[in-house]
């Protein structure tokens, strides 16, 4: 799976089918953009060919998976899609990953691009459709051989079954013999196999890389060894838009191993022979740095500035979620309840930090690196050699975690520019600290939630302002958040509130400009916006002298939104007193409208060291509703993951800035969780439907407002500001 692939072997005819001696190959039609509506993903819109299954005449099976392993699973469940539909025996199968080729294209982002767990959910139907079409393409052969109607076949798994005569052929028979169609067969979602009939889908198929994983022989893109390769690293300008004017280049060429540095547009690159010659090499540069546009960032004012932006009402933001009048309901409520809050930058914490090995000759660039956005990937690094996007041969390796760091690919760029100045192969590869002294960190943030409330205490309108830096420009350019009218989404998910009762709401989000380098981050902006809502729901169910649960309850208007929090709360046996302890209750969300929301809900037990301010917490117990659960042990391992992500950023995790520079340099002092804070996790899945729904960052949205809610409750104090640090908490008490 993790070899170099031979493009050879992926070659398929216009025609989309190859007969020979050594077998099949299909290709199928994958689903069209549904970024204008959800029907097309629903119905698997026709669009280019895409070459995904190769069966022998030994009866083995090749599957190709379009997206990039990361961790989330995606190199199992994709092919597993194909296989159910196409009822392959799985222990015949082998999965490779796909070149990077349009063929691949996900049908949401219309490229090679994983984000926003819609990787399952996009691929879908097309991965259906194509596995129904290559079992139709052999089922329609085998009637032929036999001369009987095709309505009489069956299949079982990577056989075909004639019951009236009780003949059986297998795939690989067939394939020695099967001619190629002038088109496929059309698969109509009816066509498709019944969810009650599936053998592979919805049981626990063990992931297929397991075993080089806990080997040690998974290959990632740190891993790769090329001949004559040389090493590098990236010294980045410490601040966003700076750039060197100069450096001691002298110096650094005359360290022992050192073959070249050089200076770019906003960084310095040192190659040389070995790793610990490059590393040696970077801790001995000097470098006059320009100012560039985040000079003057700093975290501690930054806040206090942002709060004061979300209070003043004559300060405009762009209106990114509305319904009703909310401005006018709160405007004439019987009450009104605000709240405040605030969020830190937080850094990606990938445990690879960022690599990547490029070749750059007069024939082209050969890049191998881990990425979200292989499609991206190709396109710059082709940009930076100087040549057509068909000279770059690009390697997709396995990546040592994302989390939406390396949706980012300037790390590729750096690897060609590396390779290009030496006339070698270079590999390219950070130390931790310039991983995270230069790293793209969710946005920080405040928050301002005014609610109004009638006579009887319902609640009548919801406003919900957000400050913080715009990520659109940095990842998808200036353009495309102009075309999507200043809204950008990566930086407001989440404070939309459509599972809740409140007829008028309005988000707005007020564009702050720092120069900070800031980026898509695990969950989006669940982290935050969640944080918000959850906190507020709480407070006005303490307010009202009601149960968190019930006032949830009560204010649901999606049965499916009332089921995770009443299993959640049975789980946690919300009911029972704890001495020392309390409970904090979330819901919380994934997805967008024309795919679905997957759902949970999520409940914290803690307790409180008053002396230390630290919080300890014991338990979370989470209900998640994912629709169809395709691999339910791999749901349950991503949710758990996701929830110690986001538990880090609740209690421990911050990057902190000072006169634009990050103050933070490793672990030793940009806190991760540790083992011996790790809280027993109980995690249910729910199955509510026929398709698979968003997964891998459901659970962000709820430790941190579950942490919260639980404080609330056992010290009656709110905290308002994550994460919630042992001098914030006792500034809390206080």
Request: glycine fraction near 10%; proline fraction near 6%.
């Amino acid at each position: 799976m993790n070899k170099h692939i031979d493009k050879k072997a992926l070659k398929v005819s216009r025609r989309g089918f190859v007969g020979g001696a050594a077998g099949v190959s299909f290709s199928f039609a994958l689903g069209g953009s549904l970024l204008d509506a959800g029907e097309a993903l629903a119905q698997g819109a026709s669009g280019k060919l895409n070459a995904y299954v190769t069966i022998a005449t030994d009866g083995g099976i090749v599957i190709m998976t379009p997206a990039p392993e990361m961790g989330q699973g995606v190199n199992t469940v994709l092919p597993l899609i194909i296989a159910e539909e196409l009822d392959a025996d799985w222990s015949k199968v082998k999965v490779q990953q796909a070149p990077v080729n349009a063929a691949y294209n996900h049908p949401i982002f219309r490229g090679q691009y994983q984000v926003a767990s819609l990787t399952t959910r996009g691929y879908w139907m097309p991965l259906r459709t194509a596995g129904a079409q290559a079992r139709r393409v052999l089922l329609d052969a085998a009637a032929q051989r036999w001369g009987v109607p095709v309505t009489e076949l069956t299949t079982e798994p990577s056989m075909v079954v004639h019951a009236g005569s009780g003949r059986k052929m297998g795939y690989g028979e067939i394939a020695g013999f099967a001619q190629t169609p002038e088109k496929l067969p059309e698969i109509k979602p009816e066509d498709l196999k019944p969810v009650a009939r599936f053998r592979l889908l919805g049981k626990d198929v063990q992931r297929i890389d397991i075993a080089e994983k806990s080997s040690g022989k998974m290959l990632y893109a740190s891993d790769v060894q090329v001949p004559g390769m040389l090493y590098g690293t990236i010294a980045r300008a410490p601040r966003r838009g700076s750039a060197p004017k100069s450096f001691n280049r002298d110096e650094i060429k005359a360290q022992p191993g050192i073959v070249e540095a050089v200076a770019f547009d906003d960084a310095v690159g040192i190659i040389g022979n070995t790793v610990e010659a490059v590393f040696a090499a970077r801790h001995k540069l000097k470098a006059d740095w320009s100012e560039g546009r985040g000079a003057k960032n700093n975290s501690e004012t930054e806040t206090q500035d942002y709060l004061a932006h979300v209070r003043d009402p004559s300060r405009k933001g762009v209106v990114v979620r509305q319904t009703g009048d909310a401005n006018a309901a709160i405007a004439g409520a019987a009450k009104v309840v605000s709240g405040e809050y605030t969020t830190d930058y937080v850094y990606h914490a990938q445990m690879e930090p960022l690599s990547c090995t490029a070749s750059v000759t007069p024939d082209g660039v050969e890049v191998w690196a881990g990425t979200q956005w292989p499609t991206k990937s190709v396109a710059e690094a082709a940009k930076a050699a100087g040549v057509g996007p068909e000279k770059v041969k690009f390697h997709t390796m396995q990546m040592g975690g994302g989390f939406g760091r390396r949706a980012y690919v300037e790390y590729v760029v750096d690897a060609v520019m590396l390779s290009k100045a030496v006339g070698k192969p270079v590999k390219m590869i950070q130390s931790r600290e310039d991983d995270l002294r230069a790293g793209k960190f969710r946005p920080l943030t405040a928050q301002k939630i005014d609610v109004g409330l009638d006579a009887n205490g319902k609640v009548v309108g919801w406003r919900h302002r957000i400050a913080a830096e715009s990520v659109y420009p940095d990842l998808y350019g200036q353009a495309r958040l102009d075309n999507d009218k200043g809204v950008d989404f990566i930086v407001i998910a989440g404070a939309d509130m459509p599972f809740y009762d409140v007829p008028a709401h309005v988000a707005d989000h007020i564009y702050e400009q720092n120069g900070a380098r800031v980026a898509a981050w695990r969950g989006i902006a669940a982290g935050y916006t969640n944080f918000a809502i959850e906190a507020m729901i709480d407070d006005l169910a303490r307010q009202a002298g009601k149960d968190p649960v019930e006032y949830r309850l009560a204010l649901f208007k999606d049965p499916r939104g009332k089921k995770v929090i009443e299993r959640a709360a049975q789980l946690a046996d919300w009911g029972r007193k704890r001495e020392g302890r309390a409970l904090g209750i979330s819901f919380a969300k994934l997805g967008i409208p024309p795919v679905g929301f997957s759902m949970i809900g999520t409940v914290a037990e803690i307790s409180l060291d008053r002396p230390s301010g630290k919080i300890k917490v014991h338990n979370l117990w989470c209900a998640a509703d994912v629709g169809l659960p395709l691999q339910p042990s791999n749901i349950v391992a991503q949710i758990e993951g996701s929830l110690v992500f986001s538990l880090g950023a609740a209690l421990k995790e911050r990057i902190t800035t000072r006169n634009g520079q990050v103050e933070q340099s490793n672990f030793h002092d940009y806190e991760v969780l540790r083992m011996s804070e790790m809280p027993e996790i109980k995690v249910e899945v729910i199955s509510s439907g026929p398709i698979p729904l968003p997964v891998g960052e459901l659970a962000i949205g709820g430790p941190i407002p579950a942490v919260a809610n639980a404080f609330l409750a056992l010290t009656g104090k709110r905290l308002t500001a994550a994460p919630f640090t042992p001098d914030r908490v006792k500034k809390a008490l206080a």
